[in-house]
């Protein structure tokens, strides 16, 4: 198995001091795959992500990414080092055209900037289409993979997607989750928080399930998809009170 | 009533320039900056004093550009009053507001505001004095453009609104074709996500008083072109420049010049149906009228 690009080791931290949500986390991401995160709500899987990108403060355990110390990194410099998040919601600039925020993203590309651009717009072809409309006027699924596509201008070696199916119809979020597949072929690394968990799973290499903030199984995913108890609790194959 | 009209675009032309600045603190730094309106003096007071200083340095500099009372120095003046006024608002954020902001809550900020511009009109006061200034002593004369009906404009108003418009249309071209323009309006919709995209936020606030302070400047000399330099100018522009702001929506740069140009507009027009003293209350009630049709004004959308 090949190494890991992203280790987090004992990964401690919360929105306020003394009151930690990730108890103790413990997960790495491998290259060229889909790593997922799964759990009930609450489970402190978003937060993870959120720690992993220096938005929230980690008061114990270090991550690593490629080797280097990325605990507590500024968020403004994680994409210089070669990974990109793209959250939840609010995701990208509704009052910039996507023109302007693909250009906002595309700034480290330097040079580069007008062939990433043109691949970019091969990849996603509505986003060429409409790339002088404001951003705010797109659909959801649109607006996701803009968000996408912001990350991958950028050049990330991973990417860090916090639930991008939320809130999108069953095509759109299967169309978005297939993509982030798909850029697993591209050499990119992908480390995904769903709630569409039946679906991730299909599509993702390793999965960790977290609960109350801790670590509780992990595995391929394959494995757990087949595994009776992982799918009784997490995957809702039977339905509590029933027979 | 053209006549009004006409005064409305001059006097809207730089509370659109002080408005501009406000819009940007308050919505990425989330406080109503009550001390804004002093770095109009500060700026306008500034460009008095070095005004003065070219002049001596270099005579020829004070040069009446006819048909204008402007001089070459007043002009390079305002250029460096620009560059100090912005480098002061950096200071006194870097000395107070970033203080209070890291310990604070949003009330404190206010109340700090407050006493900054207390201690700012009063140290101008006890500097320069009580008394009116002028930046040129000369009678300019205001040119007739039309009979009947009968409209007066100086010539040194058709320099401040061209001026300002020229300042407007660089700041536009600026926030809508440079990536510095794209982050600038990235922090001011959602300072987390600009982050995520690589946008130091320390290095935009940063440029935010720097930008906000220089068209301030600006501001100030032209109101001090168009008026007089008093001590308490900014006390007496803090309304109009806060409605023109929140008018146009919090946030929002053409919600700003837009806003600027209704207030001004508005508070001239006023004139024509209502005493001079009740001309004050017209932003008050522009606010209210907005808000009742738009709670986040004109151009303003709910925060994220």
Redesign the interface.
Same mark, same amino acid.
């Given at each position: 198995m090949p190494d890991a690009i992203l280790n987090a080791q004992g990964v401690t931290a919360g929105y306020v001091p003394d009151l930690p949500i990730l108890k103790d986390i413990t997960l790495a991401v491998r290259p060229s795959q889909i790593t997922l995160i799964i759990g009930p709500n609450g489970a402190g899987k978003s937060t993870l992500i959120k720690a992993i990108a220096g938005l929230l403060p980690v008061s114990q355990g270090k991550i690593t990414f490629h080797g280097r110390d990325i605990t507590g990194i500024r968020t403004d410099q994680l994409t210089s080092t070669g990974i990109a998040y793209v959250p939840q919601t609010d995701n990208i600039f509704r009052s910039l055209t996507i023109r302007q925020n693909l250009d906002l993203a595309l700034r480290r590309a330097g040079h580069r900037g007008d062939e990433t651009l043109r691949n970019l717009f091969d990849q996603f072809p509505a986003l060429a289409r409409k790339q002088r409309d404001k951003a705010g006027t797109l659909s959801g699924g649109q607006r996701q993979f803009l968000a996408i596509a912001m990350a991958l201008a950028t050049e990330p070696k991973l990417i860090l997607m916090d639930e991008p199916s939320a809130g999108l119809s069953p095509k759109a979020a299967e169309e978005v989750l297939q993509h982030a597949r798909d850029l697993t072929a591209q050499g990119v690394s992908i480390l995904l928080v769903e709630q569409n968990v039946k679906q991730a799973m299909r599509l993702a290499d390793h999965c960790y399930i977290l609960a109350e903030g801790r670590n509780q199984i992990d595995g391929p995913a394959a494995d757990l998809r087949n595994n009776n108890v992982v799918g009784d609790i997490y995957l809702g194959n039977r339905r509590i009170g029933a027979a | 009533m053209i006549q009004n009209l006409i005064d409305g675009i001059l006097t809207g032309s730089y509370l659109s320039l002080g408005a501009i600045g406000l819009t940007l603190v308050m919505h990425i730094l989330r406080f109503a900056n009550f001390s804004h309106a002093e770095l109009l003096s500060l700026g306008a007071y500034a460009a008095l004093v070095f005004d003065a200083l070219f002049s001596r340095l270099a005579p020829v500099f004070a040069t009446k550009l006819a048909p204008l009372s402007l001089t070459v120095s007043l002009i390079l003046a305002i250029i460096a009053s620009m560059v100090l006024t912005g480098l002061l608002a950096l200071l006194i954020d870097r000395l107070v507001f970033k203080r209070v902001r890291e310990k604070g809550e949003e009330l404190s900020m206010v109340f700090a505001s407050f006493g900054m511009a207390l201690i700012l009109r009063n140290v101008i006061g006890l500097i320069f004095g009580l008394s009116p200034e002028l930046y040129s002593r000369d009678i300019a004369f205001a040119m007739v453009i039309s009979q009947d009906p009968f409209i007066l404009i100086k010539p040194d108003q058709v320099f401040v609104l061209i001026a300002a418009l020229a300042l407007m249309f660089i700041l536009h071209l600026i926030l809508s074709r440079t !990536?510095f323009g794209?982050?600038l309006?990235?922090v001011a919709?959602?300072p987390?996500?600009?982050?995520?995209?690589?946008?130091?936020?320390h290095r935009t606030i940063m440029a935010v008083w720097l930008i906000g302070g220089g068209l301030a400047a600006v501001a100030g000399v032209f109101y001090g072109i168009s008026h007089q330099l008093i001590p308490v100018m900014g006390r007496d522009l803090v309304l109009p420049i806060f409605a023109a702001t929140i008018v146009g929506g919090i946030g929002s740069v053409y919600g700003a010049v837009l806003g600027g140009f209704i207030v001004g507009i508005a508070g001239n027009m006023a004139l024509v149906v209502l005493p001079s003293g009740y001309t004050p209350s017209v932003p008050f009630l522009l606010i209210l009228l907005v808000l009742m049709i738009r709670p986040h004004g004109l151009f303003g959308?709910a925060r !994220?």
């Open positions: - | !990536t794209y982050a309006r990235a919709e959602n987390s996500l600009a982050q995520v995209n690589g946008v130091n936020l959308e !994220t």
